[in-house]
T-cell receptor, first 113, second 113 residues
């Protein structure tokens, strides 16, 4: 089982709709969770972080975390064509004094005008 | 804040030459930096963890003699691809942590002819 799993997509949504991106992780002791956006040919850009159960909202983005289910999601409201990118889920675990960050393979989002 | 730069952004070289890529944290100190490689339409692959003042930690399957990492100061890590071959052509990205978050450099695209 992969440590961080995402559906590779592509996920296609019409402009103005809500895009829902999902991620599951296997390590129960993971403490920090992140969503990165990567445009084609560019490096990843941090867009959201979440550390505790529940929802965290930042503009059109909402991250949701459920540690019991080992599940983290990203909702993008009022999706725009400029949101078309690959979204990477990352999970951070501290163990033995070391930080380990594990990335999912990413979900490609296509917002159709 | 939390800006990471990379230089150069593009490298084209002949097979057999060595290429050095620099990664700098511009507005913060980083005792640890990470080096990733990404092939087209594939996910990020962690190559190694660069540690200031000590040896880098390489991921399984990454040749430490081929990918030399030096982290000589708290703001600079370098990756040298020695005797580069066409199969080393890829997008190399570094990142540095600020707390639990990772901030990525813009990446270096390497093409070995």
């Amino acid at each position: 089982q992969k440590e961080v799993e995402q559906n590779s997509g592509p996920l296609s949504v019409p402009e103005g709709a809500i895009a829902s991106l999902n991620c599951t992780y296997s390590d129960r002791v993971s403490q920090s969770f992140f969503w990165y956006r990567q445009y084609s040919g560019k490096s990843p850009e941090l867009i959201m972080s979440i550390y505790s159960n529940g929802d965290k909202e930042d503009g059109r983005f909402t991250a949701q975390l459920n540690k019991a289910s080992q599940y983290v999601s990203l909702l993008i409201r009022d999706s725009q064509p400029s949101d078309s990118a690959t979204y990477l889920c990352a999970v951070n675990t501290y163990s033995g004094g070391y930080q380990k960050v594990t990335f999912g393979t990413g979900t490609k989002l296509q917002v159709i005008p | 804040g939390a800006v990471v730069s990379q230089h150069p952004s593009w490298v084209i070289c002949k097979s057999g030459t060595s290429v050095k890529i620099e990664c700098r944290s511009l507005d913060f100190q980083a005792t640890t930096m990470f080096w990733y490689r990404q092939f087209p339409k594939q996910s990020l692959m962690l190559m190694a963890t660069s540690n200031e003042g000590s040896k880098a930690t390489y991921e399984q399957g990454v040749e430490k003699d081929k990918f030399l990492i030096n982290h000589a100061s708290l703001t600079l890590s370098t990756l040298t691809v020695t005797s580069a071959h066409p199969e080393d052509s890829s997008f190399y990205i570094c990142s540095a942590p600020v707390g639990p978050s990772q901030y990525f450099g813009p990446g270096t695209r390497l093409l070995v002819l």
